[in-house]
T-cell receptor, first 111, second 110 residues
């Protein structure tokens, strides 16, 4: 089975712009979660989608949003980018609630 | 919020067992203990999880104390490729989010 894929792998944006990141889960997995990883804050949970519905949400501002499509693929969007949004954004998919399988991440740099 | 305490860093000689401790003194009865690791700049990788019994798989063993307030991840024969940050996480299965702490940076030394 192919693993979780994320595109793009690297991205450079400037302050004020918006960005959309994509995640394709493992085939058959209906849950997709997003995490932000920074050197200062570590790995932080953003939100989780299941069957096209947001099921859980972390403590992030409304500039961070996401959605999930009927084929379970998910996108996350960050609007009005700030320098502090520079991070590794990780997507994880799961079949059940036992374990999550992480993708390689998208490295976002905001200049 | 992370509910675990781990040492910041540890070293282990190649070929020896690596024992990574984790404190989770406020764990609830329905919370599981999970271990993930993250090799530099890659996504975290699942290692093992357990509720109260000791668990073993092809990667590692998980020893949970009887009071469940602490656990130890054991890599029986550490290799250089085991150098990574190891995260101990407690979670309930009703929620699908994982709260990662700061983890332990394990360095396997030749």
């Amino acid at each position: 089975k192919a693993g979780v894929t994320q595109t793009p792998r690297y991205l450079i944006k400037t302050r004020g712009q918006q960005v959309t990141l994509s995640c394709s889960p493992i085939s058959g997995h209906r849950s997709v979660s997003w995490y932000q990883q920074t050197p200062g804050q570590g790995l932080q949970f953003l939100f989780e989608y299941f069957s096209e519905t947001q099921r859980n949400k972390g403590n992030f501002p409304g500039r961070f949003s996401g959605r999930q499509f009927s084929n379970s693929r998910s996108e996350m969007n960050v609007s009005t980018l700030e320098l502090g949004d520079s991070a590794l954004y990780l997507c994880a998919s799961s079949l059940n609630k036992n374990e999550q399988f992480f993708g390689p991440g998208t490295r976002l740099t905001v200049l | 919020d992370a509910k675990t305490t781990q040492p910041t860093s540890m070293d282990c000689a190649e070929g020896r067992a690596a024992n990574l401790p984790c404190n989770h003194s406020t764990i609830s009865g329905n919370e599981y203990v999970y271990w993930y690791r993250q090799i530099h700049s890659q996504g975290p990788q699942y290692i093992i999880h357990g509720l109260k019994n000791n668990e073993t798989n092809e990667m590692a063993s998980l020893i949970i104390t009887e009071d469940r307030k602490s656990s130890t991840l054991i890599l029986p024969h550490a290799t250089l490729r085991d150098t990574a940050v190891y995260y101990c996480i407690v979670r309930v299965l009703t929620g699908n989010q994982f709260y990662f702490g700061t983890g332990t940076s394990l360095t396997v030394i030749p």
